[in-house]
């Protein structure tokens, strides 16, 4: 609002706007800074969430059959998890590997994190068979729905391991069991 010595003075109304665009401008900078270190919290909570989910989720096996089976006392039925914590949205324990896997890729493992305001984040493991190739695909999912506000970085890593049956009770009937890579990262 112009003072009464404005509304007289013409250059004692510039030399007050310049005064107010001038405070204007450095709570605009200020601001900005307090934005920029709330986006750089928001990032690092973001990876730290990251490492949570992934830790959370533990072994996957994932087993012949949806039968029940025992292995050195351990239960195992289709899709099993070792380790980890809590529960999942989806473990699907009556999918096997050799009996149910088909070409159309299928949740075995769907876990959603519990922490507040990260609670649509999840881990997703699909698997399907084409011919005598299993494919497992696994999804991140921060599932942020404002583009460019909740970049995650760093590395992931998954790593395989194919453990064919003992031999010990079992004739050696499956053959040669190889896969394309062990382990991968995303960086």
């Not at 493992?109 to 005598?132: D, P, Q, R, W």
Request: net charge negative; glycine share 8%.
């Amino acid at each position: 609002m112009a003072t009464a010595l404005e509304k007289k003075n013409l250059e004692a109304h510039v030399d007050l706007c310049q005064q107010r665009y001038e405070n204007l401008e450095s709570r605009l900078t200020a601001v900005e800074k307090k934005l920029h270190h709330v986006h750089l919290d928001i990032q690092q909570g973001n990876k730290s969430m990251i490492k949570v989910i992934i830790g959370a989720t533990g072994t996957i096996v994932a087993t012949g059959s949806a039968a029940s089976k025992t292995i050195a006392g351990t239960v195992y039925t289709g899709t099993s998890k070792i380790g980890g914590s809590g529960s999942e949205d989806t473990l699907n324990t009556a999918y096997g590997a050799v009996t149910n896997y088909t070409g159309t890729p299928t949740t075995i493992l769907k876990k959603f994190t519990t922490t507040y305001l990260y609670t649509s984040n999840f881990i997703e493991i699909k698997a399907s068979v084409a011919g005598s190739v299993i494919t497992f695909a696994v999804t991140l999912d921060d599932n942020d729905s404002t583009i460019g506000t909740d970049q995650v970085d760093g590395t992931l890593t998954m790593t395989t391991v194919i453990r064919p049956p003992s031999t010990a009770n079992l004739s050696d009937s499956w053959g040669t069991v190889s896969q394309n890579a062990a382990s991968w990262s995303l960086t």
